[in-house]
């Protein structure tokens, strides 16, 4: 399941967010959440888990102004 449009909101599933950045491991999504308080937390729907793209997105850009100001 990728990135579901429906009202207006879109959810990434694990499988589409590794796939964002060039098919990284599990484990890094596993080390996002641990060690990056900066990083979305996902929404549990049963046992799946799904990340709001517009939160993604908005982490993207933080990283971005981050390194640029560094």
Known sequence: M???SGN???YLSVRSLRARYAGVSHMWVVRRLKND???PRP???GRQRFWKLAEI????RAQIVGRVSS
């Open 57 to 60: 997105e908005a982490w993207e």
């Open 2 to 4: 990728g990135a579901d």
């Open 8 to 10: 207006g909101r879109e």
């Open 43 to 45: 929404a549990y729907f």
């Open 37 to 39: 308080p900066t990083f």
